[in-house]
């Protein structure tokens, strides 16, 4: 050994052991971590480290985890990512309530892990695995934890970090790029699992999707093409009642990998530590090539690589511009060369496709016990299902996945593409079965002639035969295809009886009233097999009609997302009409912001919790469900809660729905709530989804200052919640408005970006307002915000009275004011 190998080797063994002597793998109490002080955890293998770091050339500094064993600094995960500490007054420390917190200059809270429930002794721990967990010490089972950080991705996914949903608590755990190599605020590009029936890993530019891997079919991912088998490292998929998540193993544990989002280059990659070459290489990434592009061929275009164009329609479809098939016309997609027919069934055929990459789940219905001609009658009674497929492609094929609407961001991937039945006009169908025949047949008699001419006529004879056979086989085909038929279960939603209901609540015992409203009673039951439900009575003389029940049942029927309440079934019988909700057993939020008693309860994460859940859902609503939803009576009484305080939309006997790309209507019968109204709604009877939008605004008005919109907030000026608040906050006095249950749990530049996003909700007119994917955009990010106008219904004048409860007529449209409920 040379001398400056030693000495390199002395030195970083000196290194190593400093880092050790100031490092332990966990705290308690009693202890803490201080930036100034030079302090880390250091897990028990030496695997990795938790500490306070800086990046580029900026003072900024983040508490996160990195790989301790590898010399180019490697951060898999920052705490304080959206809230940098300007120096190195950093401080990690369990507060008395056992509380992981992160101080900074003047104990101010930079950041704070929300455990799941008080600690009576807890400690934090950085494991071999790169989890910092908070547990209680004498805990008996070693993954029971009250927090941990693979809850929270930052960029990184590691071995045995869960990618997915928790739907116990509607934890989702989705990577989110740093915004670029220097700052690890999250960027736009952000990976996760869509929590479609038939769940698949989507990555999303901003809100928009922008890749996506295909569901899963018991084997893979049936578009993503570098999730193979391999000697490293293997993937499990898990998805039930309580969880929907992928996981990774490592098969070889000397092996060091990641998964890594990267905002510059907009790759997913997963990169491998080789040790000889000391550097990271990229083992796979994606997207791979074009038709990783999500929907670049648009509906029922099919992306194949090697093809010129790369985007062909598939059999059965011409291009939707003929005339102009370029890349800028290919996003158009598709259109039918021959248009189904919905009246008779005999004239539907289904026409298999082999090595694709499944179409968006979004709109899907999946049952994992049928078999693959149960799907095909399921989907042929159904004129919106368009293809169907196995939904499990194990042991030959089972399950039933089928699509509803147009199929989109399909591609050519023989390697780990399936089988996908695409609904056909039978014309079609038999057209092409007919030109093969005849083709048959000319091929046939060509080399009969021929043969006859040295063997003779009775080969003639058996040719003829043999084409009779052909013929006879087609026609026996198509009489089995029609003869196929089943039950139409469009909806598949169950219908309770009156007796059911009747005993599930006692009767509609007084006891099991949880509340009542304009259109009748809401009671709690429980099922014969033990499940919670509610249910909504309608009153004989409701103002909601057999028309709006049914607009309810068939508008929350078809919507699935976990920011809105599900429904379970429904109930007719004589005049009785009811609604079987899902419990929710936290009640409504207007039960807790506007009651003293109880808003304690929810701090400023909770309630940053709940508004983002309410945009998910609104965003939903408007821009991803199967028809545009318009809900037109959002407020806080129709904000339900469930166990952990995760909100869900409901009520929507007065939604409108809407196809393709219509966003607004009018109506001469304005419903809602005053206080919740836009002013372009209420005065004209003019309704979109952005008149949701204002209504949002005023729910998130609320939510902060913990007020009702409706009421007088000055002595001298009829100044409603949105006047009062809009003054304030002009005169820099946005203190006074928040909630006091709040001033001391809140992050104040969340809180006061909120306030300043509420009010862009509530511009006057209805085009300076932004729509939901911009406003969950901007929730989530901490780019600059634009000037608000001055809001809608915002009163500035002296008046002599008010007019709170007052119903009011203009150019003869009535509004009629729903409140109560």
């Not at 989002?261 to 796979?284: C, F, M, P």
């Not at 196809?659 to 004209?684: F, H, K, L, S, W």
Request: charged share 25%.
């Amino acid at each position: 050994m040379d001398i400056s190998a030693f000495v390199f080797l002395s030195s970083s063994l000196f290194l190593f052991y400093v880092v050790f002597s100031n490092a332990v793998d966990s705290i308690t109490q009693s202890q803490s971590l201080s930036d100034s002080k030079g302090t880390n955890l250091v897990s028990k293998d030496g695997g990795f480290v938790l500490g306070f770091f800086s990046t580029g050339n900026t003072s900024n500094r983040y508490l996160g985890i990195w790989y301790n064993n590898i010399p180019v600094r490697t951060v898999v995960w920052v705490a304080n990512r959206r809230n940098p500490i300007g120096d190195s007054s950093g401080v990690l420390m369990l507060n008395s309530s056992g509380s992981l917190v992160l101080l900074s200059q003047n104990r101010t809270v930079a950041w704070s892990a929300d455990s799941t429930k008080e600690a009576g002794s807890p400690v934090v721990e950085l494991l071999d695995s790169g989890n910092l967990v908070l547990r209680e010490k004498n805990e008996e089972n070693p993954e029971s934890y009250l927090w941990q950080s693979f809850d929270y991705p930052s960029d990184t996914w590691l071995p045995g970090m869960k990618l997915g949903w928790d739907l116990r608590t509607g934890l989702e755990r989705r990577l989110t790029a740093w915004k670029s190599p220097d700052d690890p605020s999250p960027g736009e590009l952000s990976c996760g699992i869509e929590l479609n029936n038939y769940p698949e890993i989507v990555a999303k530019c901003g809100s928009k999707k922008c890749g996506r891997t295909g569901p899963w079919n018991g084997i893979g991912f049936s578009g993503a093409l570098g999730l193979k088998a391999n000697q490293i490292y293997d993937y499990n998929f898990v998805s039930n009642n309580d969880e929907v998540y992928i996981i990774y193993h490592m098969i070889k544990n000397s092996a060091i990998t990641r998964a890594v989002l990267n905002q510059t280059s907009h790759l997913y990659g997963r990169d491998i530590w080789v040790e000889a070459d000391k550097k990271w290489i990229t083992y796979i990434s994606t997207p791979k090539d074009k038709c990783d592009s999500y929907n670049l061929c648009g509906a029922y275009g099919n992306c194949i690589i090697g093809e010129s164009p790369i985007c062909q329609c598939i059999e059965g479809f011409k291009p939707k511009s003929t005339e102009r098939w370029n890349p800028d016309d290919w996003a158009k997609g598709c259109v039918r060369t021959t248009e189904l027919s919905c009246e008779d069934k005999d004239k539907i055929e289904f026409v298999k496709f082999v090595g694709l990459k499944l179409p968006d789940t979004t709109y899907s219905w999946v049952n994992k016990s049928m078999n693959l001609n149960e799907c095909r009658v399921k989907c042929l009674n159904n004129c919106s299902c368009m293809a169907y497929s196995n939904s499990d492609i194990r042991d030959g094929g089972n399950g039933c996945v089928i699509w509803y609407g147009d199929l989109i961001d399909i591609r050519q991937v023989e390697a780990s593409g399936q089988d996908l039945y695409i609904r056909m006009p039978a014309s079609e169908k038999v057209n092409q079965e007919d030109v093969k025949d005849k083709q048959k047949t000319k091929v046939i008699v060509v080399v009969a002639i021929a043969i006859a001419v040295v063997f003779g006529v009775p080969l003639i004879a058996y040719c003829i035969c043999k084409r009779k056979n052909l013929r006879e086989k087609m026609k026996n085909k198509q009489m089995i295809d029609q003869n196929i038929d089943g039950q139409n279960e469009d909806l598949e939603l169950p219908v309770f009886s009156l007796a059911t209901i009747a005993m599930a609540t006692n009767k509609f015992s007084s006891n099991n009233k949880l509340g009542e409203g304009g259109f009748g009673l809401v009671y709690k039951g429980i099922l014969a097999d033990g499940q919670e439900i509610a249910v909504k009575r309608l009153s004989r003389n409701s103002r909601q009609g057999l028309s709006e029940f049914k607009n309810e049942v068939m508008s929350i029927a078809k919507l699935q997302h976990r920011n809105l309440v599900r429904l379970l079934g429904y109930c007719i019988e004589g005049e009785e009409k009811m609604l079987i909700y899902e419990y929710m057993p936290s009640g409504s939020l207007d039960s807790i912001i506007f009651d003293q008693m109880r808003s304690n309860i929810l701090g400023w994460s909770m309630r940053f919790n709940i508004i983002c859940g309410i945009a998910r859902g609104l965003l939903y609503l408007h821009e991803d469900s199967r028809l545009r939803i318009i809900h037109r009576d959002l407020k806080a009484s129709n904000i339900l809660l469930d166990s952990k305080m995760n909100p869900k939309i409901s009520d929507f006997g007065m939604a409108r729905s809407f196809g393709g790309d219509q966003t607004e209507g009018n109506t001469n019968r304005v419903v809602g709530t005053y206080g919740y109204m836009a002013p372009e709604y209420a005065i004209d009877g003019l309704f979109s989804v952005k008149s949701d939008v204002f209504s949002f605004g005023i729910l998130l008005l609320e939510i902060i200052c913990g007020k009702k919109n409706r009421g007088s907030f000055h002595p001298e000026y009829s100044l409603n919640l949105v006047g009062h608040a809009w003054k304030s906050w002009k005169e820099g006095r946005t203190l006074e408005l928040i909630d006091t249950y709040l001033k001391d749990s809140c992050i104040l530049s969340e809180l006061e970006r909120c306030l300043h996003i509420s009010f862009l909700c509530l511009q006057q007119h209805h085009e300076d307002r932004p729509n939901m994917s911009f406003v969950v955009t901007m929730l989530h990010s901490e780019s600059s915000l634009q000037e608000p106008k001055e809001p809608g219904f915002y009163v500035g004048k002296k008046s002599p009275s008010s007019s709170k409860n007052q119903s009011s007529s203009t150019n003869e449209i009535t509004i009629t004011l729903l409140d109560g409920r």
